[in-house]
């Protein structure tokens, strides 16, 4: 009566997902901390501080603080064009000590005084020259 039921050997292998292995996917944007990316001078692609060369177009990358950084670039831009306006190129600057900072502050506030009073001068004159030369002309 009670036939004996005949297991099929084939569930001997059992087959089951395994959950630890597989973990849980973040499927959220979690954005890995990705290095500060900078833009390639040459393609304009980001690289990275680390690089050498630039993975988009091969170019060496110059790292280091910016040409608007060094003490010769500051001086030459207050000369010529910035004058007392340099000076906040000055206090960002990351290539000078705080004395030097000092020192260059004080010697751009002098140059643009100077300047200032040397430009007063020049207009002065040249306002004195226009008067005597209107009085000679009224004269005729
Ligand atoms: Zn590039």
Redesign the pocket.
């Known amino acids: 009566m009670t036939a004996p039921t005949p297991s099929p050997s084939a569930s001997s292998g059992s087959f089951s997902t395994p959950e630890s292995a597989q973990g849980r996917t973040p499927g959220g944007p979690t954005k890995a901390p990705e290095p500060k990316l900078l833009p ?1 001078k ?4 980001g ?1 990275t501080a680390v690089d050498k060369f ?1 993975r ?4 060496k990358i110059e790292s280091g603080p910016p040409w608007y950084h060094q003490r010769i670039a500051i001086i030459i831009l207050t000369l010529t064009i910035l004058g007392p306006f340099s000076l906040p190129l000055v206090w960002k600057s990351s290539l000078m000590t705080q004395r030097q900072k000092w020192i260059l502050g004080i010697a751009i506030s002098l140059f643009s005084v100077g300047l200032i009073v040397v430009f007063g001068r020049v207009v002065r004159i040249v306002f004195e020259q226009f008067a005597e030369l209107s009085r000679e002309l009224n004269s005729f």
């Not at 040459?42 to 692609?45: K, P």
Request: charged share 10%; net charge positive; aromatic share 0%.
């Open positions: 390639c040459s393609c304009g692609s690289v630039c988009h177009c091969g170019r």
